[in-house]
């Protein structure tokens, strides 16, 4: 199936320039059984895609309309038939109609107005008809909605919704102009026969695509979109969530998987803005979530590896009580030596933190004079009043005898701490464990770099191009991935060199 459809795309695509995105979408929508909208001005090629459409599928008539706020339902549904309404019977004649085409072009979509919205709506959402009393199916297929803006108003916000797949078309840019100007042919080419695909394969592909699985990585990569779709006051319905899922699931069939991918996530751009110019910042933001199995997988591997070099840090600087060899906690005493002994002596000083020294012999017999002492000064003074020689009083000061000293709590002696085993143990295990996280996550990384040639290059749907920058992104994600390896290297030798106490 996927060759055909490569084939049927590429026939599809002959000499429309710049449409590649437009035309994949137009037919992963008829296989999924949705309706695209292109919102660009007149000129664009918009109802040429939906003509080149219908070449995809045998017996696929197509119904084309330019709409109006004046367009009455018979020129959508049919006229009335006049013989059943002879008979009492509400009932148009439908055969050439929208009822009737598998495929539609409905231009200025949003000109809608109440006398045909509910009938559409019906229609573009059940396939069914209400052809007076009685609710028919419809052989539709795929409806492609123009529109030069956006709809106004909460009358046209359920068509609005009806279109899963959305797609801004511009006039073709000044690099593709040349080849706009030199196209010699406007007439499509038309598959072969043989090459399109049948209403009854086209069910039978349907059906089977919902047996295909949403893995873990795409459905984290839904909740994640939903959540800063939600930051962006983008609102996306219930309906329209489940409709994405199953688009996955045709996208994934198409190319002969039982899985999706979150390569196909890259149709998520064209599913979800409100607005034409929300669409880039949706891409960016799928853009970033490559090669990651959660919304904040990067960051979090990189806030983790912070706090345990944070850790390392703290417990590297950290200091404990020192103890002797019998476990007993030692003290610094006023020679600043350790001692097993908490309380002990401490030099007295005055309030101007001066240290004080006991008075000489002679001078008191209190030689505290009171619990005041004397201060350098007080002393040098008393020798020179007393005996006139200034290398007694240096002598008296420098004698460790002459200090008056302070019974008080000696202060802890500090080393840096020391760390069980167990531990240092539960550190490294720590460093371990983030690692195989990290390696695992690398994994990942290098498996869809891998897959960039074998998966993206060869895309039904992604847009040509898209290669180059998811790989570029994927391989910045393995750079940044290195680097914290080489941290988390780091990390394993600076648990493993903490002190470590004996016990």
Not at 82 to 94: F, G, M, V
Request: proline letters at 6%; one cysteine or more; a neutral charge.
């Amino acid at each position: 199936m996927k060759t055909r459809l490569a084939q049927l795309r590429d026939c599809l695509s002959t000499d429309l320039i710049e449409r590649e995105t437009p035309i994949r979408l137009a037919l992963l929508a008829a296989l999924a059984g949705e309706h695209l909208l292109l919102v660009g001005p007149p000129g664009t090629a918009k109802s040429e895609l939906a003509r080149r459409l219908r070449l995809a599928f045998r017996d696929a008539p197509l119904f084309e309309r330019l709409l109006t706020r004046f367009t009455v339902p018979e020129e959508l549904f049919g006229p009335l038939s006049i013989k059943a309404l002879e008979e009492d019977r509400y009932h148009r004649q439908t055969e050439g109609y929208l009822p009737s085409a598998a495929f539609a072009f409905l231009d200025e979509i949003f000109k809608a107005n109440s006398a045909i919205l509910n009938s559409l709506l019906t229609l573009l959402n059940e396939r069914e008809f209400d052809n007076g009393t009685q609710r028919v199916p419809t052989p539709l297929i795929c409806v492609i909605g123009a529109s030069n803006e956006l709809p106004e108003g909460e009358e046209l916000g359920a068509l609005y919704d009806r279109f899963l797949l959305r797609c801004r078309v511009p006039p073709v840019s000044a690099e593709g102009f040349d080849a706009l100007l030199n196209l010699r042919s406007t007439r499509p080419m038309e598959p072969d026969v043989a090459l399109r695909l049948t209403r009854a394969e086209l069910e039978q592909f349907r059906e089977a695509a919902r047996a295909v699985v949403l893995p873990p990585d795409v459905s984290a990569l839904i909740k994640a979109l939903r959540a800063f779709l939600e930051t962006q006051k983008i609102a996306v319905s219930d309906r329209r969530w489940r409709k994405i899922v199953y688009l996955l699931q045709v996208s994934a069939l198409s190319h002969g998987r039982m899985e999706v991918s979150v390569w196909d996530g890259w149709l998520l751009q064209h599913c979800v803005w409100e607005k034409p110019e929300q669409c880039a910042a949706i891409f960016d933001w799928y853009q970033s979530r490559l090669g990651t199995a959660s919304a904040s997988e990067p960051e979090r591997f990189t806030r983790l590896v912070a706090a345990l070099e944070n850790q390392l840090e703290f417990e590297k600087k950290t200091r404990s009580q020192a103890r002797d060899e019998k476990g007993h906690p030692l003290y610094v005493d006023h020679k600043g030596k350790p001692t097993a002994e908490a309380q002990g002596w401490k030099r007295k000083a005055n309030s101007a933190q001066e240290p004080l020294f006991l008075a000489p012999p002679g001078r008191n017999a209190d030689r505290t004079v009171g619990g005041e002492g004397m201060t350098r000064q007080e002393i040098r003074a008393y020798f020179s009043n007393n005996y006139h020689l200034d290398a007694d009083w240096q002598k008296y000061v420098a004698n460790e005898n002459n200090f008056y000293f302070e019974s008080t709590t000696l202060p802890p002696l500090m080393e840096p701490t020391r760390y069980s085993q167990l531990h240092i143990d539960g550190r490294v295990r720590q460093v371990y464990e983030l690692s195989a996280e990290l390696a695992a996550y690398s994994r990942g990384l290098d498996e869809q770099i891998q897959s960039v040639t074998s998966v993206v290059e060869s895309h039904l749907w992604i847009a040509p191009g898209f290669s180059r920058p998811a790989r570029a992104n994927l391989e910045l994600r393995r750079e940044h991935v290195k680097r914290l390896e080489g941290r988390l290297t780091a990390l394993h030798a600076g648990f493993l060199g903490l002190p470590r106490s004996e016990v």
